[in-house]
């Protein structure tokens, strides 16, 4: 199920050249501000959690994952070079496999790892709060790569939904319609942070299990209808 | 005026055969429409493209549907205000824009990549400078039509509230007070944003990638200051928190219509910029629009050739 070769081209399409910059610069805008923020208002467990939930789950983890999800299998739908990896004899679904590897460990390195760094800047993980952003970092890293894979599969304007999806479904109508919480990418992982925490910091407004159930129905069905639009894959001209 | 064919036969010698025929190509001696005209078509073009007119249905279909996510909010607004006779619309003209960012966003996203982007990929630029345009001509036609299509993007919905709520009639001095400031407001954020889009998507010719970089400068800027607006705001040194707002394009637009267009400003606290920091704020976005304009010339110095 896992192809090192076509690993190895995913890794160098989304870190060759100006992409891996993109990538960095978000992380470090956020460590940067970790430490602006600890200069300004000293260790506060509030202020710890607020940045982390405001600006590092709520908008560097989708737009990370957004970049590593449709990056991963986008630019060669878009310019045709797909055929030549389809024309392997490689099976489609250990092909849609390895990239979604590949792109949840980009979005866990570049989003999951500078949550902690930043975390331990902040508080010195004080109530357990950069561990509990940390693993929600990871776990949406898992949904987000595998949602925006798909994405990028379905269609060719896969960014613009990915984010349509991201900023616009979780971030307004998520604060305007409390109903659109429970199908949020964000939510499911923040409840597992807040298994994690303990505390009162991190909340979410769904349950563990549904949150659990959830992430697992949406990552394992986004893999499966991937391997399948790439079965029946027809290539189309530029618009 | 038939063209012979000499070749093929048993190779004579070079020279008694071969002949050069006048097939009657004509030089063009009608009207040159110059340098202005293409100028204008570019213009055109790009300002149609960037709502998909002149593309195919699945081009019109992000553009359109923002546009109407955009309006349909102050067209609510307004039938509440007729409905219930409010004294006042709901909602700031000065503030709309501020609200309704994310849309904003995603249509500069989407639409700068699409107007530069696929000129570079598809490798047209050449093209373009084949004709009478220059350097020159070229990205003010690009730059005066995105900003063109995010100031349509934006004013329409201010129109709506206008019309709107003089049909509610409220007061109309001050209704168009607000209106006309609300445009001010609206102008310069469309300079400002088509700007920073059009110049971070002419340095990729992948489509995704220009959209994906736009929407991150954009969004996680905005996201940086209003946290730490927010923090500095806790934490009570509440006269840093204009100074932050320096920061991110829109909160720089909301920075100077607080100061100079009446708006009540969005920041936390509602502490917006004074007149005099206002003139920072000024100077800030005309520097940015002006280096984007300076940013673009550098780059369309030798693309492609």
């Given at each position: 199920m896992y192809d090192p070769t076509v690993a190895r081209l995913t890794y160098r399409a989304l870190l060759g050249r100006r992409r891996a910059l993109i990538l960095g610069a978000l992380p470090l805008l956020l460590i940067a501000i970790s430490v602006v923020v600890r200069f300004l208002a000293g260790a506060d467990d509030q202020t710890a959690a607020d940045l982390l939930g405001g600006l590092?789950?709520?908008t560097m983890v989708p737009i990370i994952g957004v970049i590593a999800g449709t990056g991963a299998i986008g630019p060669e739908i878009d310019d045709g070079s797909v055929v030549y990896l389809l024309s392997k004899p490689i099976k489609r679904p250990t092909i849609i496999f390895t990239k979604l590897i590949v792109a949840i460990a980009v979005t866990m390195v570049f989003s999951a790892v500078p949550t902690l760094i930043a975390g331990f800047i902040l508080n010195g993980n004080g109530q357990q709060v950069a561990v509990a952003y940390t693993v929600a970092a990871l776990v949406a890293s898992i949904a987000y790569a595998a949602l925006f894979l798909l994405l990028g599969t379905v269609s060719r304007h896969a960014v613009v939904f990915g984010l349509v999806y991201a900023l616009v479904w979780e971030a307004l109508f998520g604060s305007l319609v409390p109903g659109a919480r429970t199908l949020s990418v964000q939510q499911w992982s923040l409840a597992v942070a807040q298994k994690v925490s303990g505390g009162d910091l991190v909340t979410s407004d769904v349950g563990l299990t549904t949150a659990a159930v959830l992430l697992v129905a949406v990552t394992v069905l986004a893999t499966w209808y991937a391997g399948q639009k790439l079965r029946s894959l027809t290539l189309a001209g530029e618009e | 005026m038939a063209v012979e064919h000499?070749?093929?036969?048993?190779?004579?010698?070079?020279?008694?055969q071969t002949r050069i025929h006048n097939i009657g190509y004509r030089s063009y001696d009608g009207p040159r429409l110059g340098r202005s005209y293409a100028r204008r078509s570019l213009y055109s073009q790009s300002l149609r493209g960037s709502y998909g007119l002149g593309r195919s249905v699945k081009s019109k279909v992000l553009p359109m549907l923002l546009f109407v996510v955009m309006c349909v909010p102050a067209a609510i607004m307004v039938a509440v205000a007729v409905a219930t006779k409010a004294?006042?619309?709901?909602?700031d003209y000065t503030r709309y824009a501020i609200v309704m960012q994310a849309v904003i966003s995603l249509y500069v996203a989407s639409q700068a990549p699409q107007s530069v982007s696929r000129d570079l990929r598809f490798k047209t630029v050449p093209l373009y400078f084949s004709r009478p345009i220059e350097t020159a001509d070229y990205v003010r036609a690009k730059f005066a039509a995105l900003a063109s299509a995010l100031f349509i993007l934006t004013a329409a919905p201010l129109l709506v509230l206008y019309v709107g709520a003089l049909l509610a009639k409220l007061d109309f001095a001050d209704q168009t007070k607000g209106f006309a400031q609300g445009l001010v407001s609206v102008a310069l954020l469309s300079l400002l944003f088509a700007g920073i889009g059009l110049v971070i998507a002419s340095f990729t010719p992948r489509r995704g990638f220009g959209i994906a970089a736009v929407i991150a400068v954009l969004t996680i800027t905005y996201g940086a200051v209003s946290t730490l607006q927010a923090i500095a705001d806790v934490q009570g040194s509440g006269e840093a928190v204009p100074w932050i707002g320096l920061f991110s394009p829109i909160t720089l637009v909301d920075g100077v219509q607080s100061a100079f267009l009446g708006a009540t400003s969005a920041f936390p606290g509602g502490v917006g910029p004074s007149n005099a920091e206002g003139v920072v704020f000024l100077l800030v976005a005309l520097g940015l629009i002006a280096a984007s304009y300076g940013l673009l010339m550098r780059r369309y110095k030798k693309v492609g050739l």
């Open positions: 590092a789950l709520a | 000499t070749m093929g036969t048993s190779a004579p010698g070079p020279g008694d004294k006042d619309l709901p909602l």
